[in-house]
């Protein structure tokens, strides 16, 4: 894991380099600056020479003033380096995010998606800098004053030694508990922020049924269980910064007490002395570092594991090697002895076998629940058959590479997503490099254009979340604007006019009508009126088509069809 976490920092090696050298001769100043009041002390200051004290005293500070601007780098260009990496680390998942299947979104909860490339990568970057360079200058200061202690009085910096293992000894005793406690905590964060996020998205529905109370209690828990996390987070934290502190006085008193000893029996200089105190000093400060190492360190290892997992989940559906991009396609299609289900064990197409001509219209009617509109998924793949397979004019679709199959294919459903953002934008989705006069022919060919002569702004109209909300029937005609800058063969249209009253439905009848001209498309629709003119009529029911032909046809059999167009139209 620790070697994977540190191919991230290969791109930015001249910047390490550079943070972690002023870090260490910064570190190694901060050494030296003991020994330097032990020589000022016992062998300047006997001298009684002010000229040289002056001397010493502006040396001290020129090497302060370096100090300083080591200190600047440090903390400006290392926390570069943590950005970098952090940055490159979120770009990494927001494209892998895009990868992922349909498959994927289905079983995931959007706020621990958007935790995962916000929250966890902020904790990543932060140790990314802080990390190596803490642990380093920490192990080097660490060893660095002992060898000083020792050089100054052995006997005083043996004693010291004896003291060190319990410092030791508490530190790492509550790095494992921290780590697990973390990692809980952030489990936690992923469910509240699901649950914020549920909440929002269906508010209207909490307060249609005046479920408030309800929606109050169910976060009352994860808040509570947030909290109960957190506070044993913290309890851990307390015991350990009381308990590291009160080993390093004891540290600190062990000195002040022997050290006076020695003093008195002449063992050690005034100006050792307090060198000595001092590199106590220098001693405690790795100690205080390795400390918050321990606390930022697990933090940013439990979100590094779960950007690796989330790297790590193959999406499954992906080009297979030696896809090739295919063309524009006629849009002969044919599904053959088709198995699907959602769930292993669970089919929802059970064989499924069909054949549609390039430019024929083919209506599925039956049953909700029966499989159209799974049916139609599995067209452009947003899932894969389990077996059998579907071809588009012979061409098995999973040797086409995703982005030239998806680009056959137009689908406009009963719900529109809308970006943020104009009408000039929200249109142009569908061929993203359109020209002016492409978008304004698309909306004219989608009866768009009146809609938008009425607005204020025209096409630089903002709509979506905070902009003007535009009615079911104008979004679906913006998703039919859309298609007919797309341009694909194939149409698929999924209950694309189920949600509208009768009066605008006519409108978008005439729309689609026109949109189906020259195109394979599928239609699927709740109203059997609006598919009496189909080319085919398919009666799906349990994932198998059990009648087929055209209204007429289907009518005159007596079945399935003939019982559905007897409920609707009396
Ligand atoms: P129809 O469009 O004919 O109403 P669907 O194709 O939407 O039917 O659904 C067929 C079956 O598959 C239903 O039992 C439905 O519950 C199930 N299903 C549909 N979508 C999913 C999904 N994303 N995950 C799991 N099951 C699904
Ligand atoms: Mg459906």
């Known amino acids: 894991m620790l070697k994977r976490f540190f191919t991230y920092y290969r791109p930015h090696r001249g910047l390490f380099v550079l943070d972690f050298s002023c870090a260490v001769t910064s570190g190694l100043l901060e050494l030296g600056f003991p020994i330097a009041v032990k020589v000022f002390i016992d062998t300047l200051l006997p001298t009684g020479q002010w000229g040289l004290i002056a001397l010493a005293s502006a040396g001290l500070l020129a090497i302060y003033i370096l100090n300083a601007g080591l200190m600047a780098t440090v903390t400006y260009w290392g926390h570069m380096l943590g950005i970098n990496i952090e940055t490159e680390m979120r770009a990494k998942a927001f494209d892998h995010l895009q990868k992922l299947s349909f498959g994927f979104f289905d079983n995931q909860k959007t706020g621990h998606l958007v935790a995962r490339l916000t929250k966890d990568l902020e904790e990543i970057g932060e140790v990314a800098h802080h ?294 934008e929200n249109i142009a989705y569908g061929r993203l490099e359109a020209t002016e006069a492409e978008i304004r022919d698309a909306a004219r060919r989608a009866r768009l254009d009146e809609v938008i002569a009425s607005l204020p702004a025209g096409l630089d109209t903002l709509i979506g979340e905070r902009g003007v909300k535009l009615s079911g029937g104008q979004k679906q005609r913006l998703a039919i604007a859309r298609i007919f800058l797309k341009n694909p063969p194939i149409l698929i249209l999924d209950e694309a006019t189920s949600a509208l009253d009768t009066e605008t439905e006519r409108a978008i009848q005439q729309a689609l009508a026109e949109l189906s001209k020259g195109r394979t498309t599928l239609v699927i629709a709740h109203r059997l009126a609006t598919i009496v003119n189909a080319d085919r009529i398919a009666v799906i029911d349990r994932g198998v088509i059990v009648e087929q032909g055209d209204h007429q046809e289907l009518l005159a059999s007596d079945g399935m069809y003939r019982r559905l167009s007897e409920a609707q139209f009396g």
């Open 131 to 424: 990390g190596p360079e803490d642990l380093f200058i920490a192990v080097m200061t660490l060893i660095g004053a002992f060898i000083l202690m020792f050089s100054v009085n052995v006997k005083l910096a043996l004693i010291t030694a004896l003291v060190v293992p319990l410092v030791a000894w508490l530190t790492t005793r509550y790095g494992g508990r921290m780590t697990r406690n973390w990692q809980a905590l952030y489990g936690r964060v992923g469910d509240f922020n699901a649950r914020i996020e549920e909440n929002v998205g269906g508010i209207r529905v909490v307060q249609a049924f005046a479920n408030e109370d309800h929606e109050r209690r169910l976060f009352v828990r994860d808040n509570q269980s947030y909290r109960r996390t957190k506070l044993e987070a913290y309890r851990i934290m307390a015991a350990s910064t009381s308990l590291s502190y009160l080993s390093m006085r004891l540290i600190q008193m062990t000195v002040m007490v022997a050290g006076s000893y020695f003093v008195i029996t002449g063992e050690l200089s005034a100006g050792g002395f307090i060198g000595f105190l001092l590199l106590v000093g220098v001693f405690f400060r790795p100690i205080e570092k390795i400390n918050s190492v321990i606390e930022t360190y697990p933090k940013g290892i439990a979100g590094f594991k779960r950007y690796a997992s989330f790297l790590d989940t193959r999406p499954d559906i992906a080009d297979r090697p030696g896809a090739r991009d295919v063309g524009k396609l006629r849009g002969d299609i044919q599904y053959r002895d088709v198995h699907f289900g959602y769930a292993a064990g669970r089919d929802v197409l059970d064989g499924l076998n069909l054949t549609i001509q390039a430019g024929e219209t083919v209506a599925f009617v039956g049953p909700s629940g029966a499989g159209k509109t799974t049916i139609c998924s599995l067209l452009p793949r947003f899932y894969e058959v389990d077996s059998g397979s579907i071809a588009i004019d012979g061409i098995d679709i999973r040797n086409m590479t995703l982005r030239s199959l998806r680009g056959q294919i137009g689908i406009v459903q009963q719900d529109v997503f809308l970006f943020a953002g104009t009408i000039r």
